[in-house]
């Protein structure tokens, strides 16, 4: 560690050097100088129009990205850095002169009579920009953090495999190929398969296992029989990893382990690395490790998955695993235990990605150990390893392990191995960032979409960037099933390695596009992506003028396009400063599918609804904006009309108190069906005579797109994209939001002229249709993202 502080006391930093060149600019500006087109004259008089040369501009954006980056490390050199780069800009800009008091005593534009004379600046403009731009991305030549220690990682030949993920395989030819599949189709590449027969004695593993050789698959079989960690062991002396991770031949990889666990690895420098566990078979369950690791942990429990990813060094520095016992269930002792115990006893650094389940262990009768009845209790394995290694388990190790734990480091070159190279520009890799994956009409919308594209030939990476209520369900399915690669950043790392992640993921991909959908991180990463990748074009997703309209705003100069799905949202835009040619409206738009007779008698039939009933729906989130204590409101207010009956479908933080509220309302009874958690309403929206949407805050909600769709006249508020969706007196109607008097009148008049209602059913399908086909919608989305 000393050495790595030495280096970085010794080296300039470089904000010393990009100092020196704005206070140049600064000292000359100070002479009565000014910038137009790029060159430094003596203003004969104040200007009328200010000249903002790009090469300007530019170093605006890069100043922004060197300070975001700069900050985090030297927070006194950047806020010093900021207040001269202010001065500068404001001076070369042409913008107000101001007078400030510091050292730099900068004199106001125009005052000075010194002589005439022309200096071209042009040259320390670029150096400031390029600058600015180097710091952001050469991180290890900015000051490091006084709470951490720094560190240089070493470099993997080229030509070798980052990763070996070794598989044991012993009379397992049935499970082997999934295990070999789920490694193959990690979303981190530079891996290899290490596939060992143990000397299988069921006559058919051993040709399984060899028909499994390929580009990326070693294998190796062994001709007497061996136990699992000398097997592991075999592989290991086969392997060409930096890093191994041991899969046993019946279990499965979740497609991001290797990728996010490797990750960790080289940018937090730790020696290993696992995650939760996701039991499937015979059992279906959930297991979480450990938050925090180091040897006292581990002498208590094994908090590590199996599957754990390590150094190879480490596994030469402690001698491999050892196998215990004659081979029977009965003296088993997990092998892999003690190999983590030896690991933190000689003080390695562990971490575990324990809010994701991404090792799939796969229960399966007795065969699997877990099952075993004959196997040794957890106490008596773990007093048979603590006695095993009582010569290493001393206070002295103990207390080097925690200090380990404890100590953050700060790697200068984290993709040293990881992307050394950067990829290649690719126009049709798309990096989709979000706030989470809940379900609501935004998701669907967006799943569509990334369907089209993913169809189209496109690479989809989706990043999610905030922790969802749980009560808001979940859509993660609806995505999983376009793309494996999808990172939640909240579950996936601690928030310290967020930052570094992102820039490894465009690094590694050269994704020449990001859309924005109501991430914040996202917003406050695009100055520093900007420069870092140039040739990024990032794109801003808005469904209406409120939340994140505003971090839209703040970084309207790194968005290089809007797209709004209403024009109340492109005129908002307008009105605050958008150019217009920035912003495309693109109307959502759905499937639009043939009626299912039977099954929405099948689901009216469920419901035990008469033929005759007339029912009112509500299909939605269920949190304020939506308002759905107003739709319980509009059902008490029609009460009276024995015929009608009442279905309110959804999830969201608003459930206790809407139930509260149903039953606390007289005569309601069973006719009030609240149907939560229903993860296709399809069947349900189907039996509606009228759909309702009393919303307060809405845009173009899916629901209402599905309903007209699906023949099903609408009432809603005057909302949002809304008024551009209903036509009054065709399809559906339009009422004041809060205005419940009014929206109870539209639904009973509805009810009271059965023509009139067949007629909007109608006209809602036609219209449907015609206008809210989903294949223009994705063809557009295409089409701009192109």
Same mark, same amino acid.
């Given at each position: ?34 910038? @137009? ?15 903002? %040369? ?6 605006? #954006? ?21 207040? $001269? ?113 143990? /000397?299988?004695?069921? /006559?058919? @593993?051993?040709?399984?296992?060899? &028909? ?16 699992? /960690? ?82 190879? =060094?480490?596994?030469?520095?402690? /001698? ?152 808001? &369900?979940?859509?993660?399915?609806? !995505? ?8 939640? #950043?909240?579950?996936?790392? %601690? ?5 570094? !992640? ?5 690094? =590694? ?35 209406? @003028? ?118 606390? @309302? ?46 099903? %006249? ?13 036509? %009054?007196? =065709? ?17 009973? $008049? ?37």
């Amino acid at each position: 560690m000393t050495d790595c502080h030495e280096a970085a006391a010794t080296r300039e930093s470089p904000e010393a050097a990009t100092l020196s060149v704005v206070e140049d600019i600064a000292r000359a500006c100070a002479a009565g100088q000014r910038l @137009t087109s790029c060159k430094l004259t003596e203003p004969s008089a104040p200007p009328t129009e200010p000249v903002v %040369p790009p090469r300007l501009l530019r170093l605006k #954006l890069a100043a922004v990205g060197g300070l975001n980056v700069l900050g985090r490390w030297n927070p006194k050199a950047a806020l010093r850095l900021e207040q $001269a780069l202010k001065t500068t800009w404001w001076h070369l800009s042409g913008d107000k002169p101001v007078e400030t008091g510091s050292r730099l005593s900068l004199a106001v534009v125009g005052r000075s009579r010194a002589p005439a004379a022309t200096h071209v600046v042009e040259d320390r403009v670029d150096r400031l920009a390029e600058g600015l731009a180097e710091m952001v991305q050469i991180k290890d030549r900015v000051q490091v953090r006084n709470d951490r220690e720094a560190v240089r990682i070493g470099t993997h030949p080229a030509d070798a495999p980052l990763v070996s993920v070794v598989i044991p395989c012993f009379n397992y030819g049935r499970y082997v190929p999934e295990a070999v599949e789920s490694v193959l189709a990690q979303t981190f590449a530079n891996l290899e398969v290490v596939l060992v027969d143990g /000397g299988s004695t069921d /006559g058919t @593993t051993p040709d399984v296992v060899r &028909g499994l050789e390929g580009p990326r698959v070693r294998v190796f079989c062994r001709e007497t029989t061996h136990r699992v /960690g000398d097997n592991r062991n075999f592989g290991i002396a086969q392997a060409r990893g930096r890093y191994v991770c041991c899969l046993d031949a019946d279990d499965r990889l979740a497609p991001t382990y290797v990728e996010k666990a490797v990750f960790l690895a080289e940018h937090g420098n730790y020696d290993v690395v696992s995650a939760s566990v996701q039991v499937f078979g015979l059992e279906e369950t959930r297991y979480n490790v450990a938050a925090t690791l180091d040897l006292s942990v581990l002498m208590a429990g094994n908090e590590l998955a199996t599957c754990a990813l390590f150094r190879r =060094s480490a596994w030469e520095a402690v /001698g491999g695993f050892r196998d215990h016992g004659d081979g029977s269930a009965r003296t088993h002792i997990h092998e892999d235990w003690e190999f983590w115990i030896r690991l933190a006893a000689r003080g390695c650094r562990f971490s575990n990605i324990w809010r994701e389940h991404l090792f799939q262990y796969r229960v399966h009768g007795t065969e699997s150990l877990s099952r075993h009845g004959e196997v040794r209790s957890k106490d008596e394995q773990r007093a048979a390893i603590l006695a095993a290694n009582a010569d290493l388990l001393t206070q002295e190790a103990l207390d080097r392990s925690v200090a380990r734990r404890k100590t953050k480091n700060e790697v200068v070159n984290p993709l040293a191995n990881l992307a050394p190279d950067p990829a290649p520009v690719d126009p049709r890799c798309i990096v989709v960032m979000l706030p989470w994956m809940v379900i609501g009409g935004a998701e669907r919308l967006l799943s569509a979409v990334l369907g089209h594209l993913a169809s189209a030939g496109w690479r989809v990476i989706i990043v999610t960037t905030l922790e969802p209520d749980p009560a808001a &369900g979940d859509a993660t399915s609806w !995505f999983s099933a376009i793309t494996s690669e999808i990172y939640n #950043l909240p579950q996936a790392f %601690p928030r310290e390695h967020w930052d570094g !992640f992102m820039d490894y993921l465009f690094a =590694s991909r050269g994704a020449a596009r990001m859309m924005i959908a109501g991430s914040a991180y996202a917003y406050d990463r695009l100055p520093y992506l900007k420069v870092r990748f140039p040739e990024l074009k990032v794109f801003d997703l808005l469904f209406n @003028t409120v939340g994140h309209t505003r971090n839209s705003r703040l970084r309207a100069s790194q968005i290089d396009a809007h797209i709004v799905e209403n024009s109340e949202v492109r005129d908002w835009l307008i009105a605050y400063g958008e150019d217009p040619q920035r912003v495309t409206v693109i109307p959502s738009g759905i499937p639009i599918k043939p009626h299912d007779a039977d099954r929405t008698a099948e689901a009216r039939d469920a419901l035990g609804l008469d033929p005759d009933d007339f029912v009112v729906g509500f299909s939605g989130r269920w949190s304020p904006e939506k308002n759905p204590l107003g739709f319980v409101e509009i059902a008490a207010r029609l009460k009276e009309h024995p015929r009608m009956r009442f279905v309110m479908t959804g999830m969201g933080p608003m459930g206790q108190k809407i139930g509260v509220r149903i039953a606390k @309302t007289p005569d309601l009874g069973n006719r009030f069906h609240l149907l939560a958690n229903l993860e296709d309403v399809s069947a349900v929206l189907s039996i509606y005579d009228v759909l309702v949407v009393p919303s307060d805050l809405d845009g173009r909600p899916m629901i209402v797109l599905e309903a007209l769709a699906a023949g099903i %006249p609408v009432v809603a508020s005057r909302v949002g994209g809304l008024p551009e969706l209903i036509e %009054p007196g =065709s399809y559906g109607e339009l009422c004041d939001a809060g205005d419940l008097a009014a929206f109870a009148n539209a639904i009973a $008049a509805l009810e009271a002229d059965p023509a009139r209602l067949e007629r909007y059913k109608a006209a809602a399908r036609r219209f449907a249709e015609e206008q809210l086909d989903a294949r223009h919608m994705v063809r557009r989305f295409e089409r701009v993202l192109s």
